[in-house]
Every structure is written in C-alpha cells, then in structure tokens.
C-alpha cells in the first residue's frame, strides 16, 4: 500500500475574536507553521504534495469554508513561503453571506462566519502564495445527494470559481469530510484532479481521497508536535490511538 508522506494541514478560521474550535488564534496559527518550518519541512503546493507524495517533509496549508478571517494568516504564509488553498462554497462568494449550517448553529458570532467575496478572492489570489479550490456549492452532505444534485454542486462550484477568478480549480475538499466512492467518481467526473478528505482513515494514497491533518483552538503544542509527526498521524488514520471526532 502506498503511503502518502506529506503533511497537509486543514485550518478554518484565524481569528483572535472567535471563541470556537474552527478559530485558531493569529498567534497560534504563526507558532505553529513556524515549528514545522524549524523542524525542516518546505511549502508546497497541491499539486507539488502530490507529485511529492513519498516526501514527508512537504508541508501544504488549506483552509476550509473561506471565512473572512483566514486573511489573518496569509501574510504570515508569505512570510513562511508556505503555499496555501483556500476552500470556498460558491453560492456564498457572491455576497460574502456567513456559513450557515446545523454543526455551526451554536450561538457563536454570525459576522465571524461571514466568507471572502470574489472580489476579495481576485485579491488573494495575486500572491503566488494562494490559490483557491471547491468547497461545492452550497457545503453539501455530498454522500447523500441525488446524482444529479451531486453533479450540480461539484460542476458548479469548479465553473464559478473559473468563470470569477479566470483561473483552472481542479482541487476539492468534501464538506465535513464526507465522501464515498459514488462521490469521488463524481468529483473525477467534474473534471477534478484532486479531492482533500478530512482527518480520518484515507491512508492509501489516492489522489482524490488526500488525508489532512485538522487544527483546532488551543491546541496545545505538544498535541500539535505529536499530531503533524508522521508516525502519529499514521497511528491515528489506523485507528491505534483516539482521534477526534469533528470533521467540519
Ligand atoms: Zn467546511
């Protein structure tokens, strides 16, 4: 079974303000890359981690959602070298609306679940260091859709996200994590290259079933150091030690 050795690392939002697992504080979310860059791993981008597959000092960031606050972190990124994509759900682009899903609907600030516009979009992406992929349509549960619906929210978004930015988005990340072979063949179908998973057990390496490495507030740097080692991560995606549950 081929292994793939990269790390990539699955961010939602960077946000001193927002008291909740998906914001990790700016402060946080700059020590943090900074360790792994002093442990020697070297930015790289989607495609790169994956032609790179076998090397585990390659280091790739994502953020899921496109909330506002990820462009806490971009310069810090720039700083570090270290390329990232950023997830975004296309029906929500357009007007920047926040992210409104049951998993969310805890009472935690709605203008902190706002998302990027295109316009902010078109901005970001002029840094080499940025790019954007799928998110779907709407944040789908994708296993559970029609075909057609299915289609819909994979085609859609990728058309969106081409036709605002005049740039190729050939890379997806599931919402919550969610995908199953129906899916992944759907994903191929709409024309991507690569599909990002979540934390979970996708440790033979398929391009469309990437595993990332979730990061959550207050993640205590010992977690953190054990959490981005290989052998730890290997460990966990086999089940051999507890992992968290939340996928988002
Ligand atoms: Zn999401």
């Not at 000092?57 to 570090?80: A, C, K, Q, Y």
């Not at 559970?144 to 619906?149: G, I, K, N, R, T």
């Not at 994903?187 to 033979?204: K, M």
């Amino acid at each position: 079974m081929a292994l793939f050795r990269p790390l990539v690392l699955m961010y939602h939002a960077v946000s001193d303000d927002w008291d909740d697992p998906l914001a990790v504080r700016i402060g946080e979310f700059e020590e943090q890359l900074r360790r792994l860059v002093d442990r020697g791993f070297r930015g790289a981008t989607a495609a790169e981690v994956v032609r790179g597959a076998r090397d585990r000092r390659l280091l790739h960031v994502t953020f899921d959602d496109g909330f506002r606050s990820v462009e806490n972190g971009l310069p810090i990124l720039e700083r570090l070298e270290l390329p990232a994509t950023i997830f975004a759900c296309s029906d929500l682009a357009a007007e920047g609306l926040p992210l409104r899903v049951a998993e969310l609907e805890h009472g935690t600030s709605l203008e902190e679940r706002n998302t990027l516009t295109w316009d902010r979009f078109r901005e970001l992406t002029k840094s080499p260091f940025v790019a954007v992929g799928s998110h779907t349509q709407s944040h789908a549960h994708l296993t559970q859709l029609s075909a057609e619906d299915l289609a819909r929210e994979l085609r859609g978004s990728k058309e969106a996200i081409e036709a605002e930015l005049q740039q190729t988005c050939d890379v997806v990340a599931y919402p919550y994590g969610e995908h199953d072979e129906r899916v992944r063949k759907a994903a191929a179908a709409a024309g991507y290259d690569l599909g990002f998973a979540a934390p979970g057990r996708s440790l033979n390496f398929d391009v469309l079933e990437l595993p990332r490495t979730g990061l959550w507030r207050n993640e205590s740097r010992r977690r953190f150091d054990a959490k981005t080692r290989l052998s730890v991560r290997v460990a966990r995606e086999l089940g051999l030690t507890p992992t968290r549950g939340s996928t988002r």
